[in-house]
Nanobody
Framework: QVQLVDSGGGLVQAGGSLRLSCAAS????????MAWFRQSPGKEREFVAH????????HYADSVKGRFTISTDNAKNTVYLQMNSLKPEDTAVYFC?????????????????WGQGTQVTVSS
């Protein structure tokens, strides 16, 4: 069983930065892929970024490319999402997720393990 705990959300002005953290515990293996998704009220959960647990491969949604960076700290079993140049449309609840599926999927249904979510609000 894998447990994920998200943190780091908050209120920030447009153009500002936040760093989200996802602490993983339990039976998590180097073959896992880790991802961040986000969900706004009335919208479906949206892929943001993912990374192989080894950190070798990353992929981003077009909407965040060049502004967000996903990374891992294997010693701390933690995944980070550094968010820069934040925009009001980035406002959402952000969720960390883990999957054993190969190929770094962007479909949320393929992720079996989820954090509780952390709210990010960007004011204009």
């Amino acid at each position: 069983q894998v447990q994920l705990v998200d943190s780091g959300g908050g209120l920030v002005q447009a153009g500002g930065s936040l760093r989200l953290s996802c602490a993983a515990s339990g039976r998590i293996f180097s073959s896992y892929a880790m991802a961040w998704f986000r969900q706004s009220p009335g919208k479906e959960r949206e892929f943001v970024a993912h990374i192989s647990w080894s950190g070798g491969n990353t992929h981003y949604a077009d909407s965040v490319k060049g502004r967000f960076t996903i990374s891992t700290d294997n010693a701390k079993n933690t995944v980070y999402l550094q968010m820069n140049s934040l925009k009001p449309e980035d406002t959402a609840v952000y969720f960390c997720a883990a999957t054993r599926f190969q190929g770094l999927p962007t479909n949320s249904r393929l992720y079996a393990y989820w954090g509780q979510g952390t709210q990010v609000t960007v004011s204009s």
